[in-house]
């Protein structure tokens, strides 16, 4: 009888701890990730002036991480190095399944919470269409670049194009900002990277080309469908606490014209609204499409 008691109880005691919830981490030092949309040394500054703004709301000291790929953030918050990461949207969606990050945030531009892949190409060139990309060296960003990679490939294979069949040579950047450059100092005939609207006017080419004559040199060849905008994602086990307050803290800003003006100088965008899951499902289509299987 003594030791049926004994088993009923470690058997009780058992199912409380599975019952348990699971403890919130929270961190004494919040780490942020930022991904390479643009060069080091701007996304250095960006990364510093993000961590500024954070560590005047935050109750804690905030530290950055400056990865060189998407995969180096992704990694990171796998391991357990970052709490919170700035993510485009394809780097997102393999964050969730890779590292268990969840989205809170998304960015806007002009009032939408999406922006488009582009492909460009010099004034100059010949090239009109898609199909004057066959027999060209093309730039991508990253292979996980939503807007510099998974959406164009996505557009031209629609068109019937393959890119490791039908370019000349096909590059990886590393960044928007060297992808436009490429093309401009005719490296490559033509490049896929980011456009906030579909007609190039606010541009990773308008944006990042300072002399209005270079800016000049650039022509939009073609614009993808709108994609969801960037966002800002946080590891599942973060305290709800320190979830809120990152949110807040961004919320806020969105809300004055003040705090737009200083977001935009940081992020190049307008502001934040809330992001979930579910608003990255046509990021997710567009992953089975180009047949890049997310494990």
């Known amino acids: 009888m003594a030791t ?12 409380g701890i599975l019952a348990a919830p699971v403890q919130a981490y929270t961190p004494k030092t919040l780490r942020v990730g930022f991904a390479p949309w643009e060069s080091v040394q701007d996304l250095t500054k960006t990364s510093r002036e993000v961590v500024n703004l954070l560590s005047e709301e935050m109750p804690m000291r905030v530290e950055p991480f400056v990865a060189t790929d998407y995969t180096g953030v992704i990694e990171a918050m796998r391991a357990g190095k970052l709490d919170v990461a700035f993510f485009p949207p394809a780097a997102y969606v393999l964050a969730e399944r890779k590292a268990n990050a969840e989205v809170i945030l998304k960015s806007f531009f002009n009032g939408h919470a999406q922006y488009h892949g582009a492909i ?27 807007s510099g990679a998974i959406y164009p490939r996505v557009m031209l294979l629609n068109a019937g194009i393959v890119p490791e069949k039908h370019f000349k040579r096909l590059i990886y950047a590393g960044g928007h900002d060297a992808a436009v450059l490429a093309v401009l100092h005719g490296k490559v005939d033509a490049a896929a990277t980011y456009t906030n609207d579909p007609h190039g006017k606010d541009s990773a080419w308008t944006n990042s080309l300072t002399n209005p004559k270079d800016r000049a040199q650039i022509r939009m060849v073609a614009v993808t469908k709108p994609i969801p905008a960037d966002n800002i994602a946080v590891r599942k086990d973060l305290d709800p606490k320190v979830i809120n307050q990152i949110k807040q803290t961004f919320l806020k800003l969105s809300e004055t014209p003040e705090g737009r003006k200083r977001v935009r100088e940081i992020y190049q965008v307008d502001g934040f609204v809330e992001g979930k899951p579910a608003d990255y499902a046509p990021v997710r289509e567009a992953f089975d499409k180009v047949g890049f299987k997310i494990r």
Do not use: Y
Not at 127 to 142: G, R, S, W
């Open 4 to 15: 049926q008691k004994r088993t009923w109880l470690l058997l009780g005691l058992l199912i």
């Open 120 to 146: 460009i190409t010099r004034t100059n060139s010949k090239i009109k269409t898609l199909q004057d990309l066959k027999d060209k060296t093309v730039a991508f960003v990253d292979p996980v670049s939503t």
